[in-house]
């Protein structure tokens, strides 16, 4: 009698170990390597034929192009996010905390693709479940069908007699495939069910939405090769016990993946909110030391957010250095052009750095709005609260232009704000439309000038 095979995966990268070991050979992770039992074939049990024919070759300029075309949602910030709509027979992930509003939104989705019909497989909740969640969220779809089923040749088989439009799976750690006898949640299951469901979307030109689990990291569970698979990849960012919402894309075959959708958790649902910069700027207090106004840019929409640093002196050999929402190593090179370049002692304190309304910031253009923040905090004086700043800044102390720097100007003016500091280089060749706005725009060479400008130096 044949032995059971023991294979140990990495559930990060999906690598094969024969034996266990702390620590995955191929993406360095540890403690990742989980055990996989595979039972022997049976011996009528038949192999997949292997093809000796050569496959169809085609070249680049004979391949006719696709008229695949895009679905709108009619919800806008998930258009945006999309890139301007659900692609025909594409596959998008969707991964976020638990309860912050993944299955309300694909209910939001059914009614919007109305007349096509629409697949819900739940794997985890009952159809008496998901019927109370409609009628709390006021939501009537004639074209929604439920399918309480977790084997994917079954749902399948669905797909094929229904032939809907749009096919949402909640979630893909619940289903499994009766080809391999391993449980439902293991790498083996949610790779091989995503690959079927994915083909089978792909053959059939429906739109297959997958909502997937998250690891306590934030990361989405499963192997990475699962994030490879999908067309899309659309993260919740937020926390479940904030009204707000952002999504964000992660991965977007069919456009960028720089865009941000704000929404708001409201007794109907989620629902757009459509000036986000009014949001990140909310409730701010001006006047108080370590707070300043960054102009971002997320994909093609200008944001104002808040950036908050607090610096005290610290109590320990080691001064703290925490920061949420921007990356660590970044302030530190802040911190060193300040002390190096403007002399602030920054070697004796505490810096805690927030961008406030949990977003993340990335691009270049944030560091003169983190560095103004932390020398108001240092030097006791608070930032001009009607002036908003942004640049990058190098090593030298000196201010490197930035993109979309128009793009910037139009939003503070338009929530009010009487003055921007740019670099330098950003004024030289503004529009003359831009230049009539009812704002001040300061161009500064070096990040001296520009604190300067912001009344903190």
Request: charged content about 25%; some cysteine.
């Amino acid at each position: 009698m044949a032995k059971t095979g023991v294979r140990y995966v990495c559930s990060i990268c999906g690598a094969v170990a024969l034996k266990y070991q702390g620590k995955c050979f191929e993406c360095q992770s540890w403690g990742t390597l989980q055990e996989i039992r595979e039972a022997p074939e049976e011996s009528g049990r038949k192999k997949r034929p292997e093809s000796a024919a050569l496959p169809v070759m085609q070249r680049l300029l004979d391949v006719e192009p696709s008229e695949f075309t895009r679905h709108s949602t009619g919800i806008g910030e998930l258009d945006r996010v999309l890139g301007g709509g659900l692609m025909q027979a594409s596959a998008v992930l969707v991964g976020g905390e638990p309860g912050i509003g993944k299955s309300t939104l694909m209910l939001q989705l059914a009614p919007r693709i109305a007349p096509a019909k629409v697949l819900y497989i739940s794997g985890e909740e009952s159809p008496n479940q998901i019927r109370e969640r409609a009628g709390r969220l006021g939501i009537r779809a004639e074209n929604l069908l439920l399918v309480p089923e977790v084997n994917v040749e079954r749902i399948i088989a669905a797909i094929e007699q229904q032939k809907p439009g749009l096919v949402i799976v909640d979630s893909i750690q619940t289903v499994y495939t009766g080809e391999y006898q391993s449980s439902a949640g293991t790498i083996t299951q949610i790779r091989e069910s995503a690959a079927m469901l994915i083909r089978k979307a792909k053959q059939q030109n429906v739109i297959l939405m997958i909502i997937g689990h998250i690891t306590k990291e934030g990361s989405l569970a499963g192997p990475k090769a699962l994030e490879h698979m999908v067309d899309t990849v659309l993260q919740f960012e937020g926390e479940g016990y904030q009204r707000y919402r952002i999504i964000r894309s992660v991965k977007n075959r069919f456009g960028s993946t720089n865009e941000i959708g704000v929404f708001r958790m409201e007794e109907n649902g989620l629902e757009e909110v459509r000036n986000p910069s009014e949001f990140f700027i909310s409730g701010r207090i001006s006047g108080v030391p370590g707070n300043s106004i960054l102009a971002g840019i997320e994909g093609s929409r200008a944001l104002l957010v808040e950036v908050q640093a607090l610096v005290s002196k610290t109590g320990y050999a080691m001064p703290q250095r925490i920061s949420t929402g921007f990356d660590l190593k970044r302030m530190s090179i802040i911190l060193a052009v300040l002390e190096k370049r403007l002399g602030m002692q920054t070697w004796g304190q505490d810096v805690f750095v927030k961008i406030a309304g949990g977003l993340k910031l990335v691009e270049p253009a944030a560091d003169l709005g983190i560095a103004a923040a932390i020398a108001s905090g240092l030097t006791d004086l608070p930032v001009d609260a009607s002036t908003v700043c942004c640049g990058e800044i190098g090593l030298a102390g000196e201010l490197r232009a930035v993109s979309d720097s128009e793009r910037r100007i139009r939003e503070a003016a338009h929530l009010g704000f009487r003055r921007i500091v740019l670099p330098e280089a950003n004024t030289r060749e503004l529009k003359a439309s831009v230049k009539k706005l009812p704002i001040a725009i300061a161009g500064s060479r070096t990040l001296q000038e520009a604190l300067s400008h912001l009344g903190i130096a």
